[in-house]
């Protein structure tokens, strides 16, 4: 696919909802820095550089209007689970921005386009290339959309890893142990399939989670546990 008629780059503006007037700015942030003729416009690095900056400025203020009760730990946390090479990479693929990238023939025999380093790359550097080209408001909404799907779909992901990580915190300083997993039933054929854990502290069981993953399992485990511990609390502070 050659970068040499509009009416492609006309097409990635399609995709990605938002039109680059300056279009040198976009065939830049589409230049890898392997490419034979890059020395005409640049490659992507410096763009690359911009818009890291404008994604992370941009996903704080969508999770800072998101979740309002988190504290900055956990928003630093949640933005690090969210942006990263692979999903920016996936984000990259569903625009089909991989054939627009401008490789050298080496790196395009390699299968350049399909890596996750490349096209994380040249997203964050399209970006830029918005930014400067049609400003802040507009690359953050961008992002917003974008990002729409991926912050919902970690939300409940993230808060089951936020009972283990606090349940953990409690009973280490409690008991001086971190909370004991295992998995005692497996309902269901495999592709339909329940685990049920223990959650052990101590060697004692404390309480019982079930999901579809080991893992989704043990979190709700660790939520039960978090529950009684909050409830035995309580009882305390009543009784005094």
């Keep these: 696919m050659s970068l040499?008629?509009?009416?492609?780059?006309?097409?990635?503006c399609a995709r990605m909802g938002v039109e680059i007037h300056d279009r040198s700015l976009l065939v830049q942030a589409l230049t890898h820095r392997s490419?034979?003729?890059?020395?005409e416009t640049g490659d992507y690095e410096r763009l690359e550089f911009l818009g890291d900056a404008v994604l992370e400025l941009a996903i704080s203020r969508v999770l800072?209007?998101?979740?309002?009760?988190?504290?900055?730990g956990e928003l630093t946390k949640f933005r690090a689970s969210i942006v990263n090479k692979r999903s920016l990479a996936g984000l990259a693929r569903r625009l089909n921005i991989g054939p627009f990238?401008?490789?050298?023939?080496?790196e395009a025999h390699t299968s350049g386009r399909e890596k996750n380093s490349i096209l994380a790359d040249v997203y964050e550097a399209v970006l830029g290339a918005m930014f400067l080209d049609r400003?802040?408001?507009v690359a953050a909404e961008f992002v917003r959309v974008q990002f729409d799907a991926v912050v919902q779909g970690e939300t409940?992901?993230?808060?089951?890893?936020?009972?283990?990580?606090?349940l953990q915190e409690i009973t280490q300083a409690e008991s001086?142990?971190?909370?004991?997993?295992q998995v005692v039933e497996e309902i269901g054929p495999d592709h339909d399939k329940r685990f049920i854990v223990e959650l052990l502290v101590l060697g004692e069981v404390v309480s019982l989670g079930e999901g579809k993953t080991k893992k989704e399992a043990e979190q709700q485990a660790a939520k039960s546990a978090l529950a009684k511990h909050a409830a035995a609390a309580s009882?305390?502070?009543?009784?005094?």
């Design 64 to 72: 800072w209007d998101a979740f309002p009760d988190m504290d900055a």
């Design 135 to 137: 400003g802040f408001e």
């Design 235 to 240: 009882g305390e502070g009543a009784g005094r």
């Design 4 to 12: 040499d008629h509009n009416e492609n780059l006309d097409e990635l």
């Design 35 to 39: 490419y034979g003729n890059q020395r």
């Design 176 to 181: 001086g142990v971190a909370p004991e997993y």
């Design 101 to 106: 990238i401008r490789l050298s023939r080496g």
């Design 156 to 166: 409940r992901s993230y808060k089951m890893i936020d009972y283990k990580t606090r």
